[in-house]
DNA sequence: GTCTCTG
DNA sequence: CAGAGACAACGCAGG
DNA sequence: CCTGCG
């Protein structure tokens, strides 16, 4: 079976037991939403989370391309602490598609492009809960909107589609990643000041005293979060969603959207 | 999912 | 030939 | 140096 000229094995192998999703429904999934993931894949290094035998087998990371990927696949070499990976970048329709046959579920992005990979044009607040209480994490999501908001900055919203939120914006390219975080840092430690009792960046969790991890570091070099629109590893087929402010109010997990509603899902 | 190494 | 192993380091905080 | 963290 080939869909747009890719080659397709093991279309009714089911990769999400619990919700009896296919491969080819991964794959059709991800063919059907390229106009919504193909804007945040387009020119970043990736790193993908593969899970060729369904997510309850296990899976792997993987950073740097397989040398069999075919020649359609873009790379981009980038520098590590002591050497190099060679990166997969995801430009084109045939790309997505033959790595959703490869197995892979997640697509984990850097916060910067190829063509200047030292300077983000994105800033993450990585919101992770201790646990349970959803309805924090959005009180969480709300004070730092509005904190943004009157420092003239305008945030979005995404799920992460495990347990957390992520809040984020562009900017020019002009800072390095070391200053992009030290700035959410002091973002971060301003708001603590605000909201001592909601908010943390203790490294440690026994420290966090089960409030929302502010993951800042997020925001360094080398590092990637999920991309919006990105299956995620649950058995239940979640999907990292791009939502409004309005539509935040009324979802009861990160988890809301997922492979069997995300296509009923209001559009905004 | 595919390659490579080992027996 | 079948079967097992690899496929991710990494960048930072804090002690 | 080490471990924890995501
Ligand atoms: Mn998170
Ligand atoms: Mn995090």
């Known amino acids: ?27 059709n999934y ?17 790193t993908l989370r593969r899970f060729p035998d369904g997510v309850n087998h296990q899976g792997f990371f993987q950073k740097n391309a397989s040398d069999y990927f075919p020649d359609f696949i873009k790379t981009v070499e980038v520098q590590t602490d002591d050497g190099k990976n060679v990166s997969v970048v995801c430009n084109n329709l045939k790309t997505l598609l033959y790595l959703a046959n490869q197995g892979t579920i997640e697509f984990h992005t850097w916060l910067s492009r190829i063509d200047k990979l030292n300077k983000p044009d ?86 966090r005293d089960g409030k929302i991890f502010i993951d800042y570091p997020r925001n360094s070099y080398g590092q990637t979060t999920i991309c919006p ?22 979802i009861k997990s990160s988890q809301e959207f997922n492979l069997g509603n995300i ?6």
């Open 122 to 207: 994105k800033v993450v607040f990585d919101l992770d809960p201790a646990s349970g209480s959803f309805n924090s994490l959005k009180n969480a999501a709300e004070v730092i909107r509005e904190f943004l908001d009157k420092k003239g900055i305008r945030c979005k919203l995404t799920t992460s589609g495990k347990n957390g939120l992520h809040l984020w914006y562009t900017k020019r390219r002009t800072q390095t990643f070391d200053q992009s975080r030290e700035e959410v840092k002091h973002l971060a430690e301003e708001l603590i000041g605000l909201y001592p009792d909601l908010l943390t960046i203790e490294m440690r969790k026994d420290d």
């Open 263 to 268: 296509s009923k899902r209001r559009r905004h």
């Open 229 to 250: 629109y990105s299956l995620r590893a649950t058995l239940n087929g979640s999907i990292a969603t791009p939502i409004s402010w309005e539509e935040l109010s009324s």
């Open 30 to 46: 991800y063919k059907n939403f390229s106009g919504q993931i193909m804007p945040f894949l387009k020119g970043r290094p990736l």
């Open 1 to 27: 079976m080939k869909i747009h000229g890719v080659d397709i094995t093991n279309p009714d192998k089911i990769l999400f037991p619990e919700s009896n999703s296919s491969k080819l429904d991964v794959i």
